[in-house]
């Protein structure tokens, strides 16, 4: 079974505007942490933002926050103000806590074009 | 602080021949992990090294295999190359095992011929 799923294989928005990416997930684990990662056609995978299931508040970083809802398993990702370099794929992840070590599992992506 | 690197950015070899990745975290950390990005099966674990053992492994054949030095560097070797095993290959790394954040490298990306 998918424990992330993103159902945006690609999402446009014009330039300055807000856009959401949806990310739901599935896990047994009490104890998680859901991730944001932006990989450019570089290939490097860029670090964004980090929520835990235990914390009370959306995690916010700059442009970027995160709407998470723990009872609907979603984690989506809200980038405000669009910009031009914007444009890239965008992972969502888990680390479950069962797991001893560092395993992140991903989704499948969401290809975000922003238009000028 | 510079940020994890990832030798050689670029690799062809042929079936049936070894290759060996190189990934050097940054500066303190002491987990690295390393990932398989293909565009049929998307982004997959292969196996976290910390204090030089391996704490977690992926479901690969063991064709696949890691190793870390005490310096927190660590080398993935793939041996019998298969035409499957064409990739961007992503190394991580973390203050800890139990850190939550992974950085990522820029990854090397392998052709195999």
């Known amino acids: 079974a998918q424990k992330i799923t993103q159902t945006q294989p690609g999402m446009f928005v014009q330039e300055k505007e807000a856009v959401t990416l949806d990310c739901t997930y599935d896990t047994s684990d009490p104890s998680y942490g859901l991730f944001w990662y932006k990989q450019p056609s570089s290939g490097e995978m860029i670090f964004l933002i980090y929520?835990?299931?235990?914390?009370?508040q959306n995690a916010t970083e700059g442009r970027y926050s995160l709407n998470f809802q723990k009872a609907r398993k979603s984690a989506n990702l809200v980038i405000s103000a669009s910009q031009l370099g914007d444009s890239a794929m965008y992972f969502c992840?888990?680390?479950?806590?069962?797991?001893?070590?560092?395993?992140?599992?991903f989704g499948q992506g969401t290809e975000l074009s922003v238009k000028p | 602080k510079a940020g994890v690197t990832q030798t050689p950015r670029y690799l062809i070899k042929t079936r049936g021949q070894q290759v060996t990745l190189s990934c050097s975290p940054i500066?303190?950390?002491?987990?690295v992990s390393w990932y398989q990005q293909t565009p049929g099966q998307g982004l997959q674990f292969l196996f976290e090294y910390f204090s030089e053992t391996q704490r977690n492994k992926g479901n690969f054949p063991g064709r696949f295999s890691g190793r870390q030095f005490s310096n927190s560097r660590s080398e993935m070797n793939v041996s019998t190359l298969e035409l499957g095993d064409s990739a961007l290959y992503l190394c991580?790394?973390?203050?800890?095992?139990?850190?939550?954040?992974?950085?990522f490298g820029p990854g090397t990306r392998l052709l195999v011929l």
């Open positions: 992840a888990m680390r479950e806590l069962i797991d001893q070590g560092g395993k992140l599992i």
């Open positions: 500066s303190g950390h002491r987990s």
């Open positions: 929520q835990g299931s235990y914390d009370q």
């Open positions: 991580a790394s973390s203050p800890a095992s139990t850190s939550q954040t992974q950085y």
